[in-house]
Nanobody, 114 residues
Framework: QVQLVESGGGLVQAGGSLRLSCAAS????????MAWYRQAPGKQRELVAG???????SYADSVKGRFTISRDNAKNTVYLQMNSLKPEDTGVYYC????????WGQGTQVTVSS
């Protein structure tokens, strides 16, 4: 079994920063893509940022220039540094990892107050 455990969410004022972490554990052989998704109340889950095992990154237009995704392959961990946070960044942030099949974390709440 594989587990993804997120941490780092919380409440922050607009303009502030948070850093999310997601550690994969269990029977891990090789993690291809790792990514962060988010789901705001009443909205569909959307891709925020992704990173391949080789370090290629991609971002949603709404977070480009403010968020940075990175990973530590030795620790099977992915990070999301979020700067200049806006109220519209509020939501539950989910870690996602693709190995033999995709896995999801349980989610961590991020709330940005105006």
């Amino acid at each position: 079994q594989v587990q993804l455990v997120e941490s780092g969410g919380g409440l922050v004022q607009a303009g502030g920063s948070l850093r999310l972490s997601c550690a994969a554990s269990g029977m891990i052989f090789s993690i291809n893509v790792m990514a962060w998704y988010r789901q705001a109340p009443g909205k569909q889950r959307e891709l925020v940022a992704g990173i391949t095992s080789g370090g290629t990154t991609s971002y949603a237009d709404s977070v480009k220039g403010r968020f940075t995704i990175s990973r530590d392959n030795a620790k099977n961990t992915v990070y999301l540094q979020m700067n200049s946070l806006k109220p519209e960044d509020t939501g539950v942030y989910y870690c996602y990892a693709v190995m033999a099949r995709p896995y999801w974390g349980q989610g961590t709440q991020v709330t940005v107050s105006s």
